[in-house]
Each structure stands twice: as C-alpha cells, then as structure tokens.
C-alpha cells in the first residue's frame, strides 16, 4: 500500500549537521501522522520525533532544539533536520507513517557521528 524510503545519512563530526529524507509513495490518502525513530547497535528502537498532518511536532527529550522534523504534504516527502549532532547520535534511523491503523515502515538510513 505504501512505501518509504529514506535517504540522506552518512558520516559527520560532532557538532556538524544532515538532513534526512523519507520519500513516500503508494495509497496515501487522508490525516496521516510521520515521524523518525532510530536504533543504536546494541539498543532497543526509539521514537525520536513525529509530526501531524496540520504540522504539531512533538520529540524525544535528548534532541529537543538540535533536531527538527518537517513535512511537505503536496510531495509526501519528511525530513529530519538534525544539527550539533552528538556521538550519541549515531544509529540506523527509520521513518514511520500511520495512517488510520496501519503502520509503514522505510528500511533505514545509517547516521554516524564520530571524530
């Protein structure tokens, strides 16, 4: 029904910055909610921001005023704009739309922090 596809990871310094991207495509219809979760080898799945249709945003404590989640509706495209990114960072991000009561998944974009 729908598919996502990330992009935009990759390899940066602390403090630099990148810009992810999750396309979407298939039957997208309706209110619908995004969001980026990540994963950390070693460690359980996040949730890390969301977004509304009407553009709420809410996000995970550690990344409150570095990273920032955008929409564009017309292009069923989200993005992730991370900044002062930390080592802590570093991990496979996902996004993730819900519409009604189904869920779809993207199969990652790899972000590593690291001097």
């Known amino acids: 029904q729908v598919q996502l596809v990330e992009s935009g990871g990759g390899l940066v310094q602390p403090g630099g910055s990148l810009r992810l991207s999750c396309a979407a495509s298939?039957?997208?219809?309706?209110?619908?909610?995004m969001a980026w979760h990540r994963q950390a080898e070693g460690k359980q799945r996040e949730w890390v921001a969301l977004i509304t249709t009407d553009g709420s945003t809410s996000y995970v404590d550690s990344v409150k005023g570095r990273f920032t989640i955008s929409r564009d509706n017309a292009n069923n495209t989200l993005y992730l704009q991370m900044n002062s990114l930390q080592p802590e960072d570093t991990a496979e991000y996902y996004c993730?739309?819900?519409?009604?009561?189904?869920?779809?998944w993207g199969d990652g974009t790899l972000v590593t922090v690291t001097s």
């Open positions: 993730r739309m819900s519409i009604n009561f189904r869920h779809y």
């Open positions: 298939g039957n997208i219809f309706g209110t619908y909610t």
